[in-house]
């Protein structure tokens, strides 16, 4: 057989044969090998089968007897057994019998018996089948007995049961027998007192049946009489039954079996007269069956009856809706079967209504409002019975309460709505949605009139209103009864109970809001507010106050004068309508085209043919509406030549007598409206009629009577001209104009005439009361009145009351800027002119100080200072009794302004006009910006000063009033400033009071004055800026609008600031008091704050537009440079045509066209040409960036409302700015944030030249963040470099020797894939870092669009940074790969001279050994010295030739200079290069003129040409020395690319001087310096390097160790230790060191990196600053001057020694265990490998360590040299050698200092460092302060703190005085310069970057910016000027005063340090 297993088995065979087996292999290439051989016997079938019988069977057991055979042979038997689900087998000795237990009972089993010979021989097997006996059940118990029945109960049997057969017998005979399939049953029909013999068996599915279970059992004998049952109660769930007692002497217990259909149960009891049965089912039948049972056992006969339960009543009965006419309840259904509810509604007892239902809930209607009801509800079963009743009570709710609770505004009843929630950003302000449902209306409507939009009440859902018509709309057939029935509005909401329901639900604020509101839109607006539930009203007095109206009457249409008042307290007549009864006229109605002229009609007053004006009013009757009609002063359209105030009453006088009464004393007429008059009329008969009445009828009504009217006219003494009646024939055009005609007369003939605010002596005396009368109103207003009552002459009372703010903080204001722009310095030096101007403020800050408190202000502190409405209150009496007072003379200053404004020649009149406004002009920003003023003077006392810290308080009490809606003053427009301190710390309280809620974005408006900037702010978020026409207020002022948490999200904020700023002028008035410059300030602070702005421009004002556009394009254009790219939207006032987005397409080509056009004027300007166009500076698009808004006015004030048209529009405006603002690429500033933008903003428009002034602690932040980032990125470049070229490097070193892994033997190949290599990990990091740039720039948080504008700079960093690390990498490539290759042919000598000197070592031993004579040391010594000297003079050896360096090094130094012309190349000949750098390099100039100029500018201290060339020189030489030196170090081969990467960085320093000419007489002459340096420096390296790898002194240094060698193997000594140790000690230590020195470098650095000093450049340069001012030590500073770099390299040193003086062993034990770790498993693996001689042991170490160490050929070379070791032993020997090297380094590591440690290392960590944190390593021209710049491509290099020039060494050549001058002031002054970059010649500060292009030189950010070097000036000036050789400095008085802790405080604020 064949087979492809290694096993088969073979069958058929013959019994009792030995066979032969034979097994052979077939090969695949067709071999077939020799044959294994072996035999086997198959058995003899001589065992005879057992002969079975089953001697017993039993449930769980089967016993066999098995017959015995022949005693003499041995069997055993195997039995193995299964059933359907058990299988198993056993063996055992044979005996007779066998029993097998375990087995399932009642199952049939198989049975398959072998026997078994000794010999293994097997019988056939004996098989049977048997079945065990089934279990019988178990536990059976007899468990009830009466006297005729038994009942039993047994537990199932094991097995498959399919029935029990139960057998009753009594004496022997069956009396019952039954079948059952449960496990118990119940024997009936038996005899009492009977023993009965029970048997159960259980028959199973197989047929089989068990043995019965026996038990025995007695009935009871019948001999107890049954019981007698009464039923004394019955309950819900309980019956009780009583039970006669019986006999005594005999004991009884009674069992109760009761049941329904549901339930069934049984209990058993003591005898006692009364048995309760619990748990029953409620209003049930149950039947109950109760046997007594004696001590005996014996049973009564049972006794039944039948009972039903009490039915339960419902259950948790409750009212879950109440309204003022139903009460909805609800109810738990009872237990019981329920067939309906009776519910009954009761009053006093009375039954008012009784309903029944079948369902658990109920709605009761047509209840009164406010009256409590009793409700009962009772249960009715299907069988009949009823439960007793559920009661409960319940309250209707009011009128009031209930529509409350409809409009959602029951919770604001009590806590009252405020101005903060109402004015809020929320979704519903910001959307379309329509109102779904009732509760949406009152904010619909207040959305509306927030937006004074004249539709606001046009108030109702939609969902209705759609239902109708699409139920109309799907229906095409006549259905009538529908059709009327849809015209009901019973579910309509009348929009006067919406408005009276949101008065009463809001606070005195919101109401006068609305009210001022509905005033503008010519609304009605409530003179008394009832409340229907109290049946009390209210005189809305308060509401009213805020209403301003201008009119002409006609005695001012001449003059073209106006009358301007508060409403209140306008003295008016006041006509009164009424109605009595119903009335079929609308009087509304009629009101309203008694209002309207023809041209002009509007709906004052709501009626009931406007939108849901006829559904039936519910709180709003009792409401008492006033209006007003004003003149303007036009005969042909003024209705009443006099203004006149209109009531109207709603609701019927009857109901309303307190109203009625009040209107008949205030008014000078009442109008009562009737149909149907009473002749009685005592309503009309019983009033104090002060006004005179006039009955108003309908005579074309049904009701009318004239007997009644006659009579009632009689009793009232009314003449004809009292009674107006509506004739049949009379139209209501006709009957209007005959009721204007009677209301004419009536105010012209009447002299009653009363204030608003007279009308509230009248209501207290009604018991009417007074929205006024609170008290913190009244509070308030004696508060105001106590401050300003004093006030009889503004300009007065500002100078004596609030002084600080007057000419002091002007003057202060004027310094302040002076600082910064330094126009008046004329000759005078800029620091102490500086240091003058800073006296002269503090001086004015003591005048500050000098002033006590005024009155005024402590009452104004205080009032503001008291609980929040109070002072709420105190702030608006304020600023309408100022307005009152100033309003007046403004007036009279406004129209002359205007009219003197459109003739500019008078520019005088004009110019004194305006000042007048400004005095005459007192707000509460007057009395705020005085709080200011006091706050900020306090600060220039001592902290420990008692007035200062009574004064800290003031900045949170006005961040509370920002945060409650009160805007804060901004800019001072009258000082056109910011109070700095004053703001910031207010907006640091506010953040203090919100945070974390802390985010915002800003809005602002800016516009030409008067073109209704802040009515478009007011109208789109209904806020209420100061509106008036003129520049009476000035400046700008922020408001907080708060974010509702559902639009927070999408916003990304937590409040909205709206900024306000004041008009700009136009030119003419511009000219006349320079506020040219303070409308430009004002445009960039705002531009730079805003998130959006608003341009409010006038298309058809071309000039005034373009001037304005001129400004904000200079403002837009600043911001870009500064990081910030804001949004604009130009609106368009007064366009109303529908097309006007089409008709304008042309004039906005020409917006576009002008925008450009100025962008580019702005940008020249500005010195930033490279911004073309408008879109350059922002984002901004003709189509979307337009809006076109109609005029405010819908016809002709001042009867005109607001235009629909207005609002609408403003509208759209507001959710397009809400959307940009939530799709902002920025993200929100938080509050602190925006108040560094407010400081920094500021600060550099203070400056002429804002882009170069800017400095903002939020871009410095930014940039700071980035720059962190960028360096951590590009360093982990570089470590990741690092550590590959010291990867590539080892691998290269051991290319070709026993350690090499290349698959290349060419090192040509070898260098190739290396490079590639390199290129590709290159560029996976390049490209690496500039996605981790781009994903930087993608998140919105931390500011990064600031730094938007550096990019492109670090991207071309990271570039640059790949180019070096590029060429870096394959010059160290090439120049390892050529050293190794060179290093090739001599390794090969070496080897063959070893393999020479080996064979006559060995042939020396072999000669040795023959002698057979034992041989001494000496003479040992002797052989081999002789065979030696010898083999050496055998060896053949050409010695290496030296290289000549300097001709590589010129030849190089040619080809860098040839393509500079042949002048180079004739200057490189007129020098030899072995001559070159001899000496130190000194530049001389040529020509007699150059070289006296250069001694002139050196007598005169000025800086020339060549001087500068000189330090330029001087820097590269020490540069380049660095380089070689380092070289040098390393003991290397000299390689061309050393010289090839000096000349290349000599190119890059000079070309990174491109602001000096560089002549090439200069250029040839530093590089011949620097390569004769050089070539001398690299030939005696490459000498050196030649001489150490000589192989004839390699050869020779050997000797020794061959002649240790020759001793060993002559007296076959074991060398396994001393070659492990040689091995270990020659060739792993070094590489271990080397690598370890290859590796600290990097490991260094990155460890340095993480310290706050070297994380940036700024951070650098302010550790290094702080270092030095806390040592106060000269010379440190002299060093840090005059040679930065030195002392920044010694200072960057000092901080690596101090960091790792006891940390560096951390990083060596890594690396060693790193390596250690390698090396024992290279030995390892070598141990495991192949057994080899110990040369091949030792290469596979070598070559498994070959790309992680370089180990040394020479020294494997000399360990190779007869070493006859053995493997094994050596490798154990090894491993220890290794162990002991370890513990060896580690020791030496901690003893070494890390001096020593730096000096071995091969990446230089302090030259990495210093090159990181210098950077570019450019010094401002001016003071030499280091660039801090971040990226290694920035194109704009600067410094974050210039010094004073002395510290330098300048000096004045007049007085050879150190100079004071800071370039940081210089640069914004008028001061001149000069230096070699300008020739000499003398060149403006301020033009710095024509000479200076790529610096820039920032301003001072304040005064105290340069602190820092004004105070080591001060200090050192005497020493710097002994070290300069000059005269000491004259230092200004303030630098003097400058303390250590303001120096320190100056270099954070400098440095932004936290």
């Known amino acids: ?161 399919e029935s029990y057969i139960v057998t009753c017998c009594h004496e ?120 007594r049972i004696g001590d005996n056992g014996n049973r009564s006969k049972a006794t039944s009856l039948s009972v039903f339960t009490e039915p339960s009543p419902p259950v948790q009965i409750a009212v879950y809706q109440v309204s003022s006419e139903s009460l909805s309840l609800r109810w738990e259904p009872p237990a019981g079967d329920v067939e309906s509810y009776i519910v009954t509604c009761c009053q006093e007892g009375e039954i008012v209504q009784e309903m029944t239902t079948d369902t658990n809930d109920l709605t009761l209607s047509g209840l009164s409002p406010g009256v409590c009801y009793s409700l009962q509800v009772s249960a009715q079963l299907r069988n009949g019975r009823r439960s007793k009743p559920a009661v409960t009570s319940a309250n209707t709710k009011k009128q009031l309460e209930s529509l409350l609770e409809h409009l959602g505004l029951e919770q604001l009843y009590k806590e009252k709505l405020s101005l903060s ?166 009087k509304s109605e009629i009101l309203n085209k008694l209002l309207s002229n023809s041209q002009q009609y509007h709906d004052t007053f709501v009626h009931s043919n406007m939108e849901c004006g006829d559904s039936p009013r519910r709180i709003s009757n009792g409401l008492a509406e006033i209006s007003w009609y004003l003149p303007c002063g036009n005969k042909n359209m003024d209705i009443f030549s006099e203004p006149v105030a209109v009531a109207n009453l709603r609701g019927d006088i009857a109901s309303f007598e307190t109203q009625f009464s009040f209107l008949c004393q205030t008014s000078a007429a009442v109008f009562v409206f009737f149909d149907k008059l009473d002749s009685d009329c005592e309503l009309l008969m019983n009033q104090q009629h002060k006004a005179e009445i006039f009955l108003v009828g309908n005579h074309q009504s049904n009701h009318s ?166 002072r709420s209150y105190f702030l608006k009496w304020m600023r309408m009794k100022l307005d009152n007072l100033s309003r007046e003379k403004l007036s009279d200053l406004r129209e002359q302004y205007k009219e003197k404004s459109e003739n500019s020649e008078n520019k005088e009149e004009i110019k004194e006009i305006d000042r007048q406004l400004s005095n005459s002009s007192l707000g509460t920003e007057h009395f705020f910006r005085e709080m200011g003023q006091i706050y900020e003077a306090s600060l220039s006392l001592p902290e420990t000063d008692q007035s200062r810290q009574q004064l800290q308080h003031l900045p949170k009490l006005c961040a509370g009033l920002l945060l409650d809606g009160f805007p804060l003053e901004l800019v001072d427009g009258d000082a056109s400033n910011i109070p700095l301190r004053w703001v910031s710390d207010v907006l640091s309280q506010l953040n203090d009071l919100v945070s974390p809620k802390n985010k915002i974005l800003v809005v602002t408006v800016l516009g030409v004055q008067s073109t209704g900037k802040s009515t478009l702010l007011n109208t789109m978020f209904g ?109 368009h006032q007064n366009v109303s045509d529908v097309s006007a987005h089409e008709k304008n397409l042309r004039d906005r080509k020409l917006l576009l066209q002008q925008l450009n056009e100025m962008t580019q004027a702005a940008a020249k300007m500005e010195k930033k040409e490279e911004n073309k166009s408008f879109t350059d500076v922002m984002e901004y698009s003709p189509d979307t960036g337009n809006w076109y808004v109609p005029g405010l006015w819908n016809g002709n004030p001042p009867m005109a409302p607001v235009n629909a048209g207005y609002s609408e529009a403003v509208y759209e405006l507001k959710k397009n700015i809400i959307q940009m603002l939530g799709s902002c690429e920025s993200s929100a500033n938080k509050i602190l944030e925006f108040t560094e933008w407010v400081k920094s903003l500021w600060n550099a428009v203070k400056h002429e030249n804002f882009i170069f002034s ?92 600031l730094v938007e504008g550096y990019r492109e700079d670090f991207v071309n960093s990271a570039k640059r940074l790949r180019r070096e690390m590029e060429n870096s990498v394959f010059n160290q490539l090439t120049a390892a790969a050529d050293i190794r290759q060179g290093m090739a042919e001599i390794d090969r000598i070496k080897e063959k001279h070893t393999k020479q000197i080996e064979k006559r070592v060995c042939a020396l031993i072999e000669e040795c050994r023959k002698q057979k004579v034992k041989m001494t040391d000496k003479e040992l010594d002797k052989e081999f010295d002789k065979m030696w000297n010898k083999a050496v003079n055998e060896v053949s050896y050409s010695k290496p030739k030296a290289t000549n360096v300097t001709a590589n090094v010129s030849h190089y130094l040619r080809a860098n200079l040839s393509h500079k012309g042949s002048l180079a190349c004739d200057l490189l000949s007129q020098k030899r290069l072995q001559d070159c750098g001899q000496v130190p390099f000194k530049y001389a100039v040529e020509g007699f003129f150059q070289r006296c100029q250069h001694k002139l500018s050196k007598w005169f201290n000025v800086e020339d040409h060549v001087t500068t060339l000189q330090k330029i020189a001087d820097r590269i030489i020490m540069d380049c020395t660095e380089i070689v030196t380092d070289k040098v170090k390393r003991k290397n081969n000299y390689h061309d690319t050393y010289i090839q990467e000096i000349l290349r960085m000599i190119d890059e320093k000079l070309q990174n001087n491109q ?31 030649l001489h150490e790898k000589d192989p004839y002194r390699c050869l020779n240094q050997n000797k020794e160790k061959f002649r240790a060698g020759f001793k060993d193997v002559f007296d076959e000594r074991d060398q396994c230790q001393k070659k492990a140790e040689e091995f270990t000690e020659c060739c792993l230590r070094p590489a271990v060191e080397a690598f370890i020195n290859r590796s600290l470098g990097p490991d260094i650095i990155g460890e340095m990196r993480t310290k706050f000093e070297f994380s940036t450049r700024m951070f650098f340069q302010y550790s290094i600053l702080l270092d030095l001012l806390s040592k106060k030590d000269f010379k440190k500073y002299q060093s840090y001057i005059c040679s930065y770099k030195e002392y920044a390299n010694k200072w960057v040193y000092d901080r690596i020694v101090g960091h790792f003086s006891n940390q560096l062993t951390m990083f060596e034990d890594q690396h060693l265990q790193s390596r250690i770790n390698s090396i024992n498993i290279a030995i390892n693996k070598a141990k495991t490998g192949k057994k080899c001689n110990l040369k091949t042991f030792v290469e596979n170490v070598c070559q498994e360590l070959g790309d992680k160490l370089v180990i040394s050929q020479d020294a494997l070379g000399a360990f190779m040299i007869l070493n006859n070791a053995d493997q094994e032993q050596f490798a154990n020997w090894l491993t220890e050698c290794v162990k002991d090297m370890e513990q060896d380094l580690r020791k030496e590591f901690e003893e070494t200092s890390i001096q020593m440690k730096l000096e071995s290392l091969h990446v230089n960590p302090q030259r990495e460092l210093l090159s990181q944190m210098i950077g570019c390593g450019k010094q401002c021209p001016f003071c030499t302060a280091p660039c801090e710049a971040g990226g290694g491509e920035h194109i704009e290099h600067q410094t974050s703190l210039h010094r004073p020039n002395g510290l330098g060494g300048f000096r004045w050549s007049s007085s050879e005085k150190l100079a004071i001058d800071i370039c940081s002031s210089s640069v914004v002054s008028d001061t001149r310069f000069r230096c070699a970059a300008t020739n000499g010649e003398y060149h403006p500060y301020k033009r710095y970057t024509e000479i200076f292009p790529d610096w820039k030189i920032a301003p001072d950010a304040s005064l105290q910016a340069s602190d820092y070097w004004k105070y080591v000036l001060a200090k050192f000036n005497d020493k710097f000027a002994e070290a300069y050789n000059a005269k000491a400095a004259d230092i200004p008085v303030t630098w003097k005063n400058i303390t250590y802790e303001q120096a320190e405080e100056s270099l954070k604020k400098t440095f932004n340090i936290k």
Request: hydrophobic share 35%; net charge negative.
């Open 1 to 161: 057989m064949t087979t492809d297993t290694n096993d088969l088995t073979l069958g058929n065979l013959s019994p009792g044969v030995c066979y032969s087996l034979q097994v052979s292999a077939q090969l695949r290439n067709g071999r077939r090998s020799k044959p294994a051989v072996t035999s086997a016997n198959t058995t003899k079938d001589d065992v005879p089968p057992p002969e079975i019988t089953v001697l017993s069977v039993g449930q769980e057991t089967v016993s066999f007897g098995i017959s015995l055979t022949d005693d003499s042979v041995k069997y055993t038997l195997e039995l193995d057994y299964s059933c359907d689900t058990q299988r198993d087998s056993l063996i055992r000795d044979v005996s007779s019998t066998v029993e097998v237990e375990g087995l399932i009972p009642g199952t049939e089993y198989t049975f398959s018996i072998t026997r078994i010979g000794d010999n293994g021989n097997r019988s056939k097997a004996t098989s049977l089948s048997v079945f065990t006996e089934p279990s019988p059940p178990v536990q059976i118990a007899v468990y009830q007995v009466s006297s005729e029945s038994l009942s039993l109960r047994w537990d199932p049997p094991a097995g498959d049961v």
């Open 1023 to 1131: 806020v209420q800026f100061a509106v008036s026409s003129g520049r009476c207020t000035r400046g700008a002022f922020m408001l907080l609008i708060r974010v509702n948490d559902n639009v927070k999200k999408a916003l990304s904020c937590d409040f909205i600031v709206i900024i306000d700023t004041e008009g700009l002028k136009s030119p003419e008035l511009a000219q006349l008091d320079n506020s040219h410059e303070h409308d430009n300030e004002l445009a960039t602070l705002v531009v730079g704050l805003s998130d959006i702005t608003i341009i409010n421009v006038a298309m058809e004002n071309s000039t005034e537009m373009k001037d304005i556009l001129q400004i904000v394009v200079h403002a837009f254009l600043r911001m870009t440079e500064v990081g910030k790219k804001p949004k604009c939207q130009f609106v």
């Open 705 to 870: 009577s004239k007997d009644a009217l006659k009579k009632v006219a009689t009793k009232l003494s009314l003449t004809n001209n009292n009674i107006l009646l509506k004739a049949k024939h009379m139209n209501d055009a006709d009957f209007v104009k005959k009721l204007r005609i009677t209301v004419r007369d009536v105010f012209q003939s009447s002299k009653r005439k009363m204030r608003i605010e007279q009308m509230a002596n009248i209501a207290h005396d009604l018991g009417i009361w007074v929205d006024e009368d609170c008290p913190e109103c009244q509070n308030a207003k004696n508060n105001a009145d106590a401050i300003t009552a004093e006030i009889q002459d503004i300009l007065k009372y500002k100078e004596t009351q609030l002084p600080l703010q007057g000419q002091i903080w002007k003057e202060l204001s004027r310094l302040e800027k002076e600082e910064f722009r330094l126009r008046k310095v004329g000759s005078e030096n800029i620091e102490n002119y500086k240091s003058d101007l800073q006296v002269e403020k503090e001086k004015l800050r003591k005048e500050q100080n000098s002033h006590d408190m005024s009155n005024a202000m402590t009452c104004f502190i205080n009032a503001i200072s008291s609980p929040g409405t109070e």
């Open 172 to 291: 022997g005979e069956i009396v019952q027998e039954m079948t059952t399939d449960t496990n118990d049953l119940t024997l009936s029909n038996l005899s009492p007192g009977v023993c009965y013999s029970l048997q159960v068996s259980a028959q199973l599915r197989n047929g089989r049946r068990s043995k019965p279970a026996v038990t025995s059992a007695n009935t009871t004998k019948d001999d107890v009489p049954p019981p007698e049952i009464t039923v004394l109660s019955v309950g819900q769930e309980t019956v009780s039954f009583g039970i006669p007692l019986t006999d005594d002497s005999v004991k009884y217990t009674l069992e109760l079996d009761y049941s329904c259909d549901t339930q069934r149960d049984s209990l058993i009891r003591d005898v006692s007269s009364t048995v309760e049965v619990e748990g029953l089912i409620p209003g049930t039948a149950y039947t109950f069956s109760i046997t």
């Open 1254 to 1345: 800017f400095r903002n602690s939020l871009v410095a932040d930014a940039y700071m963040r980035l720059c962190t980032k960028c360096n951590k990125w590009e360093w982990e470049f570089k470590k990741e470099m690092y550590t590959w070229v010291t990867e590539a490097d080892t691998r290269i070193y051991n290319f070709g020797t026993a350690a090499g892994k290349s698959e290349t033997s060419n090192m040509s190949d070898f260098l190739t894939h290396l490079k590639s290599e390199a290129c590709t990990e290159l560029s996976k990091w390049e490209t690496k870092i500039l996605e981790n740039l781009a994903e930087y720039f993608k998140q919105t948080e931390g500011h990064v669009y």
């Open 1555 to 1585: 602001n000096v000419k560089i002549e090439i007489e200069f250029e040839v002459s530093l590089k011949q310096h620097i390569c004769g340096f050089a070539a001398r420096q690299f030939q005696k390296m490459h000498e050196d390097f």
């Open 421 to 586: 929630t109402v004015l809020q950003i929320e979704e519903k302000t910001i959307t379309d949605e329509p109102a779904k449902c009732n509760s949406d209306l009152p904010w619909y409507f207040l959305k509306k009139l927030m937006m004074v939009n004249v539709t606001a009440r046009n108030v109702k859902c939609v969902s209705g209103c759609e239902s109708a018509c699409d139920g109309a709309s799907g229906k095409t057939e006549l259905d009538l009864d529908n059709l009327f029935s849809s015209q009901q509005s019973d579910d309509m909401l009348n929009p006067l109970d919406i408005i009276t329901a949101l008065f009463l639900c809001s606070d005195g604020f919101v109401q006068q809001e609305m009210t001022l509101k509905m005033s503008m839109c010519q609304f009605s607006v409530p003179l008394l507010l009832p409340d229907c539930d109290t049946k009390q009203c209210t005189l809305m007095l308060w509401a009213m106050r805020d209403i301003v109206k201008k009119h002409r009457p006609q005695s001012l249409s001449e003059s073209r004068g106006f009358i301007e008042d508060r409403i209140v307290v306008s003295e008016l007549p006041m006509i009164s309508f009424v109605r009595l009864g119903e009335c079929s006229l609308s």
